[in-house]
């Protein structure tokens, strides 16, 4: 495959309280399934050449990538690569506070019973390794903090740039790889 396709969940409770989602199981918003329907529609137009998708377990990429798949026929399945960083004792706490943007600097900081950058960093660099080799044209439905180190894959990045870098929610981003 010389390219893949790349998804954030639609809009969650969460995104809307302005909480730190992270590994929780948080729900779509009614405005999160039509932004996945709305994609859905995109995607079914001659544009793309998307043959199969991978998803996050968690329960808000998954109804997202449910509702594409259903919608243009592109057979899905969840990759748990594909979860979340677990942000541990900084889930469910405002998304801008200052001690959790100091704390996400650390890259090698499990939050307490959570996962580091550094981790989370080594599994999204092995499945796009793997992706690689695959055959097929893929988009994967995945996570704000997931997109970041997609993106840092393809280029070099400082960690000011790791941090600020954003998806909005349903947004389709294309990633090339280099021969």
């Known amino acids: 495959m010389d390219h893949f396709y790349f998804t954030r969940h639609g809009q969650t409770t969460w995104n809307v309280a302005n909480k730190i989602c992270g590994a929780t199981d948080v729900d779509l918003t009614d405005k999160g399934r039509l932004q996945a329907s ?3 529609i995109k995607l ?4 793309y050449d998307i043959e199969e998708i991978l998803y996050s377990p968690l329960i808000r990429a998954a109804d997202t990538a449910l ?12 990759e748990p690569r594909l979860t979340e960083q677990c942000f541990g004792r900084w889930e469910g706490t405002p998304r801008d506070g200052e001690d959790f943007a100091k704390a996400k600097a650390n890259f090698l900081d499990s939050f307490g019973d959570g996962e580091s950058m550094m981790r989370t960093g080594q599994r999204i660099y092995n499945l796009l390794d793997e992706l690689k080799t695959y055959d ?3 988009l994967l439905v995945a996570h704000n903090g997931i997109a970041r180190f997609v993106r ?8 000011e740039q790791f941090a600020r870098f954003g998806i909005k929610n ?10």
């Open 67 to 78: 509702i594409i798949s259903e919608m243009t026929g592109i057979p899905a399945r969840p």
């Open 44 to 47: 079914s137009s001659n544009e």
């Open 170 to 179: 349903c947004e389709i981003m294309r990633f090339d790889f280099k021969e």
């Open 136 to 138: 097929k044209t893929v």
């Open 152 to 159: 840092s894959y393809f280029e070099d990045l400082t960690n």
């Open 38 to 40: 709305e994609l859905g």
